[in-house]
């Protein structure tokens, strides 16, 4: 069972900061929280992964909190090809054999 | 070349039919994986390749049958499906099974 609970669905105004949250209570200490998206028809794609310090890169920022029991990515200025199912994954390196599991996901609507 | 690729595009197939999948990667990437994916659903883990060899099977039915030929190329051999087969099977790599993973776009398949 995934191990994240995310909301169902946002909305977005496009040029907006998209802020998608997600509660991870059970992290273990050696779990990194991954984030992919996927858009409609299309294959997920990785987006950014942290393990207790906040990161950027050129997609996005992710915010962890100091217990690591949630985060939120950030999408600084959401344009409408952001439209997709954003999946928070907490994920083990090295004791799951290279497992991603994938939860529900957030529908995010970036509308104009 | 920075691409999963994924062909056919769609299949349709019977139920007495076989018919296979197809993967490749040119990233130098050592693990490749098998999801399915129902509509509306998130993906679920069906194989894990790491350096050719079957690192794990999630319990799949054996009319499905994966095969990695050498270190570029995964395909998904499908003998005698279900209907409720049809999904999106979506291939992924990664440059070791603890890396993130780059999505191909999918295959449809349709067992009529």
Known sequence: DAKTTQPPSMDCAEGRAANLPCNHST??????????????????????????????????????????????????HATLRDTAVYYCIVRGLYNQGGKLIFGQGTELSVKP | DTEVTQTPKHLVMGMTNKKSLKCEQHMGHRAMYWYKQKAKKPPELMFVYSYEKLSINESVPSRFSPECPNSSLLNLHLHALQPEDSALYLCASSPQFYNEQFFGPGTRLTVL
């Open chain 1, 27 to 76: 992290i273990s200490g050696n779990e990194y929280v991954y984030w992919y998206r996927q858009i409609h028809s299309q294959g997920p794609q990785y987006i950014i992964h942290g393990l207790k310090n906040n990161e950027t890169n050129e997609m996005a920022s992710l915010i962890i909190t100091e217990d690591r029991k949630s985060s939120t990515l950030i999408l600084p």
